[in-house]
């Protein structure tokens, strides 16, 4: 069987630097950080005390009705909010479309942790008397993004979500690869959305000691690679792709952003949070996807990396590269833009792969900003893109994600 060619037409976002995606591409180029204080809820008692939130969030100002925000968790409407961009820049005619053969998979790794909080909490302080929200099982369950996405634009092909932690995005954007190469479906909405600053988010991980506690700092608290890092600084938002066959998108005259190469998929079998210290799984999940584009390693002009910022998984991230690239290593560039938004979890993937379509569209490296400090566990001949973008020629990008329980996904866009 012929593998069909899959090609980018559409992208949408909103995210901690940018409620669209020109204000993102600028901001990213730009160097902005998107941290600050929680407003989202008092976090005065917690160790943490800062976030990557977006700015200037209103369910009306992005054309939500208040029908559709009170029966959608804050991740479902902002999965709605960057469909919505990216079925605009495509300019696919809907009507004219074989909707059999367009599908939607949004993933998210946590889904409404909000509204199951929230249902809970008034449980509790209504007496213990059981009234729940008829909403709150769809408002909750991670699928409903990509489910309600499927109802507001009748894509009858296929529909679901996928949860793996912070690679759930990218297993989403794979799997939407897959279905196109496939010839199971003509255009297919993907990516991945996530709205976690929450008291149990953020409780969580400060409990488990994976988020970055300098409040001191906190604008320029998430700085992978930089010796002083102490963890991940948390974000939210949605990246949202149109996948499109490649034929398809040229009958119809798309403006096509890029091609998807290649996805590797791979797991590190080792620990619940903490990846193999000899970077295995990241280095073969970087080689799979660049096997899959028929490219060789030395093809490759840019990694958006992981890069959480934190102590263990920079260094061995940072090992995999090393070890795949060769002296190739020393010639690309590497940058982490999780500096700028935070992670946002199961949407960081989507995210960061826009970040490479940025890389790809305007010829520039985004930077990893707040760097200070060399740490001697990591290899600075290697180019990170500290502090301000680099202009350089982008035909190649791969962006990583890694999750908790040793998820690892890799996905490659090229131009054509």
């Not at 600028?26 to 976090?43: H, M, Y």
């Not at 961009?85 to 949004?106: F, M, N, P, T, Y």
Request: net charge negative.
């Amino acid at each position: 069987m012929e593998l069909k060619r899959v090609v980018i037409t559409g992208i949408g976002t909103i995210n901690p630097i940018g409620n669209n995606i020109p204000e993102y591409f600028d901001n990213l180029v730009a160097g902005k950080s998107g941290a600050d204080w929680i407003t989202r809820f008092d976090a005065s008692l917690f160790k943490t005390r800062f976030a990557c939130e977006i700015k200037g969030y209103s369910p009306e100002k992005f054309g939500l009705d208040k029908k559709e925000s009170r029966r959608n968790d804050l991740f479902t409407q902002y999965a709605l909010v960057a469909s919505d961009e990216a079925i605009r820049d495509s300019h696919l005619d809907l009507d004219a479309l074989d909707k059999d053969r367009a599908g939607v998979i949004v993933g998210s790794g946590i889904g409404g942790v909000e509204t199951l909080f929230k249902e809970i909490k008034d449980y509790c302080d209504g007496g213990y008397e059981p009234r729940f929200s008829p909403f709150l099982v769809p408002m909750m369950i991670p699928d409903i993004a990509a489910g309600m996405i499927s109802i507001k634009y009748g894509f009858r092909g296929p529909n679901y979500a996928t949860v793996s932690a912070c690679s759930t995005s990218n297993h989403a954007m794979s799997d939407a690869f897959a279905m196109i190469r496939l010839g199971k479906a003509d255009v297919m909405i993907t990516g991945g959305s996530e709205a976690p600053i929450t008291i149990p988010s953020i409780g969580g991980f400060n409990s488990a000691k994976a988020i970055s506690t300098n409040n001191e700092e906190y604008k320029t608290a998430s700085r992978p690679f930089d010796r002083t890092r102490d963890g991940f600084v948390m974000g939210e938002g949605a990246g949202i792709l149109i996948f499109e066959e490649y034929n398809h998108a040229k009958a119809r005259g798309a403006k096509i952003y890029a091609e998807v190469g290649g996805a590797g998929l791979t797991g590190d079998a080792y620990h619940i949070t903490a990846p193999h210290p000899n970077g295995d799984g990241a280095r073969r999940v970087m080689a799979l996807a660049i096997e899959e584009a028929g490219l060789q390693p030395r093809d490759v002009d840019y990694v958006n990396t992981h890069g959480t910022s934190t102590p263990l998984g920079d260094i061995v991230e940072v090992k995999a590269v090393k070890d795949l690239f060769g002296d190739h290593a020393y010639k690309m560039n590497i940058s982490s833009t999780k500096s700028m938004t935070g992670h946002a979890l199961g949407a960081t993937g989507a995210i960061e792969i826009l970040a490479c379509v940025c890389a790809l569209e305007r010829q520039v490296i985004p930077p990893t900003i707040n760097f200070k400090e060399e740490d001697p566990e990591i290899d600075y001949r290697l180019n990170f893109t500290f502090n301000e973008a680099q202009y350089r020629p982008v035909k190649v990008a791969l962006s990583n994600t890694f999750g908790f329980g040793g998820h690892n996904s890799s996905l490659l866009i090229k131009k054509i």
